[in-house]
């Protein structure tokens, strides 16, 4: 028997089997293996390994995790041994909003559709489902909590010597508003409105008692309802900031004798202003001041107002800064739009000491005047701060607040602070508030791992 399969009279002639080979090689169609993602799978692997370790949701979330949450904890009614439905989480949902806030994202149904479709949402979320309506509550309607949380953060690196708090920046930003230019009318256009609005206020109720109505649905008579009642609010607040803004304009139209022009404010944010911007344009916008520790760049204070101008800003941070942490900074750089008269007096007697750029300082050395002599009509405070500024080491100091200020600056623009998203002074402030959160919080981390390090 032989030792082969075949005999060697049984084997093919070599090439007879290339020629077949050759033939065959082009004919059919090819066998492929394609993408089939509409199969149906089971995969089994828990939701926390589909997340790379190093991950900045991990991040995140560990640095939210440590926070005290007990403010917002407190108010929550649903409890063990009592019905009703279970609350979300509030960690969960500030975690939701810090990480949003880093990845650029500043919408409430931009960041429900990312919770649905992104991995790093999902795993924040594990498991449990949110909306719009619950982020967009959560964010605008807990203004306090979310200053609180602020103080809380930073309070914790000033015990743990990683904020000393001894010297802070100040600036502002012009940020634009959720409003259109077109939406500023005057009084009487206002009062128009008003009228109309309530009209529509009082035939929406009409149509509701109407039984020809109950073929349209509950829900969207009562989104009418409160679309017509919001209308009418709005309008309502919008003619109160009209009188307020003629009652400033003829105050400064005393002061300065120039004519007072008519007030306008806008029906859909009657708080927001019309500003000059960096670029030269005028639009809508609030103006948003922030105060950032020299030595770490640690924000421990931020205001949103509707002035033009940074004349006025910086004794209420001063005193934001004493409310929240006891005692003011020991000293203050700002730029020249601050250093107002009646500002720097009014941080000196804060206990502040203002470093800020003398007016025209180059224009009169180069005119021969001496800038840095005391004025006749100047105060102690006044006198003090001219001399100060002529020192070098004065100079060299104030250099400091650019990298500091214009740094934080430049990150809330980078993370999406180009536009509210939401209407109102109190609810930007939120928004101006948690970005400040998000900032201090990554910022913690590093300092204490830098802490770590060098201890």
Not at 92 to 99: E, P, R
Not at 277 to 304: A, C, E, H, K, W
Not at 328 to 353: H, M
Request: hydrophobic content about 40%.
């Amino acid at each position: 028997m032989s030792e082969f399969l075949f005999a060697d009279d049984e084997l093919p002639a070599a090439p007879a089997l290339a020629e077949r080979s050759s033939r065959q090689e082009f004919a059919g169609t090819p066998r492929l293996r394609t993408p089939q993602r509409d199969q149906i799978e089971m995969h089994w692997r828990p939701l926390d390994e589909l997340l790379e370790p190093d991950h900045q949701a991990r991040v995140v979330w560990d640095a939210v995790a440590g926070l005290d949450l007990s403010r917002w904890l407190r108010e929550i009614r649903a409890v063990e041994g009592h019905v009703g439905r279970d609350a979300t989480s509030p960690a969960l949902l500030v975690a939701l909003w810090v990480y949003a806030t880093l990845d650029g994202v500043c919408i409430a149904r931009e960041l429900e559709r990312q919770c649905e479709n992104h991995l790093a949402y999902q795993w924040l979320c594990g498991g449990v489902s949110v909306n719009y309506r619950l982020l967009a509550a959560f964010r605008s309607e807990h203004g306090e909590r979310w200053d609180d949380l602020l103080t809380q953060i930073v309070a914790v690196l000033l015990a743990g010597d990683l904020v000393t708090m001894q010297r802070v920046a100040q600036d502002g930003m012009k940020v634009r508003a959720h409003a259109g230019q077109s939406s500023f009318r005057s009084r009487g256009k206002l009062e128009q409105c008003l009228e109309q609005a309530r009209e529509q206020v009082e035939a929406l109720k009409q149509q509701a008692e109407a039984e020809d109505q109950h073929a349209l649905g509950e829900a969207k008579r009562a989104a009418q309802r409160r679309a017509a009642a919001d209308r009418q609010r709005r309008l309502e607040e919008a003619i109160r900031n009209c009188d307020q803004l003629q009652k400033q304009r003829e105050e400064s139209a005393k002061r300065s004798g120039r004519d007072v022009t008519k007030p306008r404010a806008s029906i859909t944010d009657p708080e927001a202003r019309k500003m000059k911007f960096s670029d030269g344009g005028y639009r809508p916008g609030y103006n948003v001041q922030l105060s950032t520790d020299v030595g770490s760049g640690v924000i421990v204070g931020v205001t949103v107002t509707n002035a033009g101008n940074d004349l006025e800003q910086l004794p209420p941070m001063l005193e934001q800064i004493s409310e929240r942490y006891g005692a003011p900074p020991e000293e203050v750089l700002v730029d020249g739009g601050f250093a107002s008269r009646s500002s720097i007096e009014e941080a000196t007697a804060l206990g502040a000491t203002v470093y800020a750029p003398l007016k025209e300082e180059k224009k009169q050395l180069a005119a021969g005047k001496d800038p840095y002599a005391a004025k006749p009509k100047d105060t102690p405070a006044l006198t003090a701060w001219r001399a100060r500024m002529k020192e070098a080491a004065s100079k060299a100091m104030y250099r400091l607040r650019s990298q500091t200020a214009e740094w934080v600056n430049a990150i809330f623009r980078n993370r999406g602070m180009q536009q509210m998203p939401v209407r109102g002074q109190a609810k930007c402030q939120a928004v101006a508030v948690l970005y400040a959160i998000t900032h201090n919080l990554l910022l913690g981390k590093k300092l204490r791992a830098k802490a770590a390090q060098s201890g």
